[in-house]
């Protein structure tokens, strides 16, 4: 190597590695170098493209000299020069643009490239890019600008490595705070929606992204429901069913997928909604419960990303984090529906038992009270909160209702219906009560409940005291009218004789002593009429001026 030439080199080199040593993150690093290198090589364009691990292809990391519609291109170079580029060898062309086996050369000669010296990227020892020196003018490179172009590519390989490396280690420490405040956020509520908010708002502001998505599979139906998202339009998010994107289902089964280019990637379905919306980049990671997958969040980039390990585990631990949480607050939702339905339930059982006229209790095992209604409630004179939980007994101490007789113990010792009559003393007098208890039986067929029903029966029992006391007055008066009938007969003959002898004795005193007869008679005729009158007699004509009485 000419002195001259080795003098250039070595300046070249002083300067790259001192642009190199001035930035520490990757991104920068290449953009300096392709921004540069053109200026110190004499060159007309550089490209740097880095290897994509998920992919195994070599995507855009920085240009300089280049129009859109070239970088754009499906093909790098040919076949053979990409298994060179890949077994670390450095290859060198001129007239491109009439390469025939390069199958985009129509692009090369409209964008005027001549010249290519393709660079692999090395860094300890594995191709991890390539650097691409491009000229207008056909120009054949020397085994002295190859040298030196490789040692060039390795430092830019080191550079890369190196800003990869504090970009990633400074990634994780604000990854590890923001770990720390998303993981605070998402469980400090149990609401679900305030936990999917979070989640897509602050996991692309972490990652310098334009926006984020949340999907969870319904258990019913097995498919993927678009639960949250934050940074992308209504329409793009209405644009159909992604299940069946490979990058969705690769997720699914629990691995993360990065993707360099949307829109040229099979992995990704809807490739005009993603141009439309301005996306270029995505990565999806699975969200899982106890190594079950229950949906996907995809991190959305507005410019061309590679996703690093730092970013992708950052991603996969917040991902973590929010399916416990998530899992939380449904499982808190599960709980505070089946609270409503079992609060709507009591309620509805309440309004039922308080339409009960009798008194009801529900009983327990423990003989304590678990429910009554309100006419027990008002009758024992107690707030439902002092009576619910107590023992039973204790309700009944000094009524005559031992334990023997008690219904609920019967229930409980023999599982059968029992019922029993005994009385209260109220401020009102005695008054007495039937009490009916009914088993309720749990699956192995044991009385887990006693329900007991609780009438006031007094006023039957005095209908039932009054019908006694009606039947024997009834008697009574029956007896009344058939004994007035057997002293009519036998009144009205001896009244008849008494009136004939009237007439037929002389003397005075016997008038008298007859008349005095009569009169006797006739009282008694009329106390037997009255009592007929009573009982429902009447006094019938016979034969004669005779008569006596008849039931009516």
Request: one cysteine or more.
């Amino acid at each position: 190597m000419e002195p001259a030439n080795e003098l250039k080199y070595l300046k070249v080199f002083q300067k790259v590695t001192k642009l190199i040593s001035m930035v520490l993150d990757h991104q920068q690093v290449m953009d300096t170098i392709v921004r540069e290198l053109p200026s110190l090589l004499d060159i007309d364009a550089a490209t740097i493209r880095l290897l994509d691990p998920s992919t195994n292809t070599f995507v855009m990391g920085a240009a300089h000299g280049l129009s859109m519609e070239y970088l754009s291109r499906s093909n790098i170079d040919t076949e053979e020069t990409m298994a060179m580029i890949n077994s670390g060898y450095p290859v060198a062309k001129t007239d491109v643009d009439k390469d025939t086996h390069f199958s985009d050369r129509g692009l090369a000669s409209q964008e005027g490239i001549k010249s290519v010296l393709t660079l692999p990227i090395l860094f300890q020892n594995s191709v991890i890019g390539i650097l691409r020196l491009l000229t207008r003018s056909n120009r054949i490179f020397t085994d002295e600008e190859i040298s030196f172009s490789m040692a060039l590519a390795e430092q830019v390989g080191i550079a890369i490595s190196n800003g990869r490396m504090f970009k990633e280690m400074e990634n994780q420490i604000d990854f590890m705070k923001e770990v720390q405040d998303i993981s605070t956020l998402v469980n400090s509520t149990l609401n679900l929606d305030s936990v999917l908010q979070t989640m897509v708002e602050r996991l692309p502001r972490s990652m310098g992204c334009k926006a984020c998505t949340i999907r969870l599979l319904r258990p019913e139906t097995n498919q993927l429901e678009l639960v949250a998202a934050h940074g992308i339009s209504e329409e793009y998010q209405q644009r159909g069913q992604i299940e069946g994107e490979r990058n969705i289902a690769v997720a699914l089964t629990g691995a993360p997928v990065s993707i360099y280019d949307v829109s040229r990637d099979e992995r990704v379905q809807y490739k005009d909604n993603m141009e439309k919306e301005g996306i270029k980049s995505l990565l999806a990671v699975p969200i899982k419960v106890k190594g079950e997958v229950i949906g996907i969040i995809r991190i959305l980039s507005d410019v061309h990303h590679c996703f690093t390990s730092s970013e992708t585990s950052f991603a996969a631990t917040i991902a973590e984090i929010g399916g416990s949480a998530i899992q939380n607050a449904r499982t808190y939702q599960k709980i505070t529906l089946l609270f409503n339905q079992v609060e709507e339930s009591e309620r509805f059982v309440a309004n039922i038992l308080n339409c009960i006229r009798p008194q009801l209790v529900v009983v327990d095992r423990q003989q304590h009270l678990v429910l009554a209604n309100r006419v027990f409630i008002a009758a024992m004179g107690k707030e439902e909160n002092e009576l619910l939980g107590a023992d039973y007994h204790s309700l009944w101490q000094g009524h005559h209702c031992t334990g023997e007789k008690c219904p609920v113990e019967q229930v409980l010792k023999t599982g059968q219906t029992a019922s029993y009559e005994h009385q209260l003393i109220k401020d009102d007098g005695p008054h007495w009560v039937e009490r009916t208890a009914s088993p309720m039986l749990n699956d192995a067929g044991e009385v887990e409940f006693v329900i007991e029903v609780i009438r006031d029966i007094t006023a039957k029992r005095q209908l039932a005291q009054e019908h006694l006391e009606r039947v024997k007055l009834q008697g009574v008066v029956e007896l009344a009218g058939t004994v007035a009938h057997e002293i009519n007969s036998p009144l009205f003959a001896a009244l008849g004789t008494a009136q004939l002898l009237e007439e037929d004795v002389e003397s005075p005193n016997l008038v008298v002593d007859v008349q005095t007869i009569i009169r006797n008679l006739k009282t008694i005729g009329e106390l037997t009429k009255k009592m007929t009158t009573m009982t429902g007699f009447e006094s019938r004509e016979y034969v004669g001026n005779t008569k006596i009485g008849a039931l009516l």
